[in-house]
């Protein structure tokens, strides 16, 4: 009898942990991933170059160290290449005028080259994931 007891409560309690998770997690509803590029939030997720250079890290404020799972180099993937898959973490792509490793802690570090006058706009993008988040980032130097 109390076998029976306590197996009853047991379905009953699983049963409500359950029903009490709502859709709240299910894939696809987790919160977008809040981007910065040192520390900045960019605008519709663009964020400006100075014609210099310069370093830039990539964070996500609302989750840990962000997974990369394709960079676009104005428009065409630069990574990963088919056929030469890596580990993420181990990434060093090296462009003509751009770098782009992890750095200690897990965050996407590019180094972009100083930009000749007359070289036309460039764009490295970034498509990211924490988890079941996505999110993108470009890096546009005019």
Not at 48 to 55: C, D, R, S
Not at 109 to 128: C, G, S
Request: aromatic content about 12%; some cysteine.
């Amino acid at each position: 009898m109390i076998k029976k007891l306590i197996f009853t409560l047991a379905c009953i309690v699983s049963s409500a942990m359950l029903v009490s998770c709502g859709d709240d997690f299910l894939d696809g509803n987790w919160d977008p991933i809040e981007i910065t590029v040192n520390g900045i939030k960019c605008k519709s997720n663009v964020c400006e170059v100075p014609a210099n250079g310069g370093v830039f890290k990539i964070f996500t404020k609302n989750y840990g160290s962000p997974w990369l799972n394709e960079v676009d180099e104005n428009g065409k993937r630069v990574w990963p290449i088919d056929g030469s898959w890596t580990d993420y973490k181990d990434i060093d792509l090296k462009g003509d005028w751009y770098s782009v490793q992890y750095d200690k802690s897990g965050n996407i570090m590019v180094t972009i080259m100083h930009k000749v006058a007359d070289t036309p706009e460039r764009n490295i993008k970034f498509y990211l994931e924490c988890g079941d988040s996505f999110g993108e980032i470009s890096l546009v130097q005019k």
